[in-house]
């Protein structure tokens, strides 16, 4: 079992900035993938970005140029620093743990709120 523990969101005026944290303990394996998701209300949850334990990453077409994601592999944590935020970018927003063991195994953090005022 793997647990992840998420920090930082908030409220935040448009064009403002927010970081996000999410630490990982358990079972981590060596090699995995963690990234951030979000969910907006009424919305299906969507990728953000994620990061390979390798330092490849992948971001959604929104949030390239504004977003940067980043891991500390000896942590075990991930990091999603977000700048030039939009009302659009208002959502609860969940760290994912994934990993290739006997198959694909996934977890989520509880999720932390980011709200963008305009």
């Known amino acids: 079992q793997v647990q992840l523990v998420e920090s930082g969101g908030g409220l935040v005026q448009a064009g403002g900035s927010l970081r996000l944290s999410c630490a990982a303990s358990?079972?981590?394996?060596?090699?995995?993938?963690m990234g951030w998701y979000r969910q907006a209300p009424g919305k299906q949850r969507e990728l953000v970005a994620t990061?390979?334990?390798?330092?490849?990453?992948n971001y959604a077409d929104s949030v390239k140029g504004r977003f940067t994601i980043s891991r500390n592999n000896a942590k075990n944590t991930v990091y999603l620093q977000m700048n030039s935020l939009e009302p659009e970018d208002t959502a609860v927003y969940y760290c994912n743990y994934l990993e290739w063991v006997g198959g694909v195994n996934n977890y989520w953090g509880q999720g932390t709120q980011v709200t963008v005022s305009p």
């Open positions: 990061i390979t334990t390798g330092g490849t990453t």
């Open positions: 358990g079972s981590i394996v060596s090699i995995n993938a």
